[in-house]
């Protein structure tokens, strides 16, 4: 959780899809684990039957054989597994995570998680063997330890320094993740399992552990976070969709977003901190990147989808993307981007609210819709000479619009009112202007082929579509698939440059390296240093200028123009 932990994270890196596919399979030592402890009880039923729930002999016994087994035979086994054959066959896989996770911790091979079980089996079969076991030490033991290995691999300083000042002789019987993470760092030194006094004993520990414990703990004191100089404004788009976030469930946060039966467990506690963020929470960090030396992140507004369009809603809603600007201002954030329905024409003008209350603002206010609408212009074949467009009184319906009637393109506006229409039309060159059609009914677009749908339609009213008809879309939630003799564009988006770093999570329903075209919009504002506000009605001769400057920053087009539904 980025917006607890983000002033304690040992290093700052970020995870990226490589590391996590690596680290996939974690769960590995925990299955053999249950796999051993099945055997175990199946071959000796009395190991579990016949021992008392407590016994304070069998806590003593564990702990001295802990002390005085486990934590030398894993000190000299981990130091094996760092020469030669042994270190470049095995041991590398784990060392192989640029950044630690608790996750890493687990991520070995199958000789490695055997020595680590015969690390663990000692303490509990010892016990048992001289008569002192017990339900509390079998089940406790394997659970602390796992607790510390996850702990120590956590990238997150979160053991008190104050601690080790009281009692410093603690410095030798606890490690701390900054302590581990120096392992990984420098892998000559600090090999002990839980007890520095191992290292210390066999002189491998290293000297910057206590330093860089003090520094880490005094930096988060003061509060001295690394200030992004990009912010994407985001917000929750419903609760099942909550769930894919990678503080949640890492994984599945790393794949595009799909409903899957297992997020129906969590959407009662979902469901319940959705109230309670809806009374207490404010904008926070969700995820992070860095590209070509910039800090980009994710913050979300405290709002689902549904919030939005309650009437009592909206003054509390501007009122956390106010706040949120401010505080990225105060910070020195250079963009910031308002995602989705955070830019809403009638929750805030496109942002302009914001930007007309505060003239004086240094950070630069994005709504991105200018890049959305040059995506999805760019989408449309050179030689398509009529489209359907609904939604065309919005922001990016009259952008898109007044683009292709200079391209002489027979635009049909689905609207009912002649004024809005009309309004549109007279801001067309007067030449232009003959390419505006306005229409009431979706049997007007019987014969186009090519619809772009700016306000959600229905399945009845795709209907009306001709056979071979290209859906382009740039209506939140998008459209159902529903014409198999269709084809149906996903929403404007931009993969990202090749060379972004510690990006880990998908944004939504995008590709891995994919963002929202309103994302990368204000990414490319930032990479280019304009100085202006872009919220309000969309400038139509800068598409093209925003175009070319993605382009020329790496940024690429995603296209499914060519994919058909395979529903």
């Known amino acids: 959780m980025l917006f607890l932990t983000r002033t304690r994270r040992i290093s700052r890196r970020g995870y990226d899809f490589k590391q996590i596919d690596k680290e996939w399979d974690w769960d590995n030592f925990i299955l053999l684990q249950a796999l051993i402890a099945s055997i175990s009880c199946y071959i000796y039923p009395p190991f579990i039957e016949n021992v008392p729930l407590w016994n304070t002999k069998g806590f003593i016994t564990i702990l001295t054989l802990h002390v005085g087994i486990s934590e030398p035979l894993y000190y000299w086994v981990h130091r094996c597994f760092h020469k030669g054959y042994l270190f470049t066959q095995y041991h590398s896989t784990h060392h192989s995570s640029p950044v630690l996770h608790p996750y ?14 015969t690390v663990i089996g000692i303490p509990i079969i010892g016990s048992h063997m001289m008569g002192y076991g017990s339900r509390s030490m079998i089940y406790g033991y394997p659970l602390v330890f796992d607790f510390l290995r996850c702990l120590g691999h956590s990238n997150v300083e979160v053991v008190p320094l104050q601690l080790f000042e009281t009692l410093p002789f603690l410095r030798y019987l606890l490690y701390t993740p900054t302590y581990h993470s120096l392992h ?56 099942s969709s909550s769930m894919h976030a990678p503080f949640v469930i890492r994984s599945f946060a790393s794949l595009p977003y799909q409903m899957r039966l297992f997020l129906l467990v969590g959407w009662p506690s979902a469901f319940i901190v959705m109230l309670m963020m809806w009374v207490w929470s404010k904008a926070f960090l969700v995820s992070f990147y860095n590209l070509r030396g910039r800090l980009h992140e994710t913050w979300s507004v405290p709002r689902f989808g549904f919030q939005y369009f309650l009437p009592f809603a909206k003054e509390g809603i501007n009122k956390h993307i106010e706040q949120a600007i401010l505080r990225a201002d105060r910070l020195g954030v250079k963009v910031i981007s308002l995602a989705a329905l955070n830019k809403n024409e009638a929750l805030n003008g496109g942002g302009t609210l914001f930007v007309n209350k505060h003239p004086n603002l240094r950070v630069r206010v994005v709504h991105g819709n200018t890049l959305t609408a040059a995506v999805i212009l760019n989408e449309i074949p050179e030689d398509v000479k009529e489209v359907f467009l609904t ?72 209907s009306w579509a001709p056979t071979g008809t290209h859906f382009h879309q740039f209506v939140v939630p998008p459209i159902f698939s529903f014409r198999r003799d269709c084809t149906y564009g996903d929403l404007a988006a931009m993969r990202l440059p090749d060379d972004v770093q510690g990006l880990g999570n998908c944004e939504y329903t995008m590709d891995r390296g994919v963002v929202h075209a309103c994302h990368a919009g204000g990414v490319v504002h930032l990479l280019e240093g304009w100085t202006h506000h872009e919220v309000g009605a969309l400038d139509v001769d800068r598409i093209d200028v925003v175009w070319n400057a993605a382009l020329k920053h790496g940024l690429k087009p995603v296209s499914n123009s060519t994919k058909q539904n395979s529903m």
């Open 104 to 117: 890493t911790g687990a991520n070995a091979t199958f000789l490695e998680h055997l020595a680590l079980s």
């Open 391 to 462: 939604g065309a009184t919005s922001k990016l319906g009259r952008a898109i619009a007044l683009y292709l009637s200079q391209r002489r393109v027979r635009v049909l506006m689905l609207t009912s009112s002649t004024e809005r229409f009309e309004k549109i039309q007279k801001e067309a060159p007067l030449e232009y202007q003959s390419y505006f059609v306005q229409v009431t009914k979706y049997q007007a677009a019987r014969s186009c082929k090519t619809w772009i749908v700016g306000k959600w339609i229905t399945p009845r009213e795709q």
């Open 184 to 239: 990984h760092t420098d892998m000559g030194t600090n090999f002990c399992l839980f007890m520095p006094l191992f290292d210390a004993i066999w002189k491998t520990r290293n000297n910057k552990s206590w330093e860089l414990h003090k520094k880490l703990s005094s930096d988060a004191g003061k509060d001295r976070r690394t200030i992004p100089d990009f912010v994407f404004l985001a917000h929750v788009v419903d609760v």
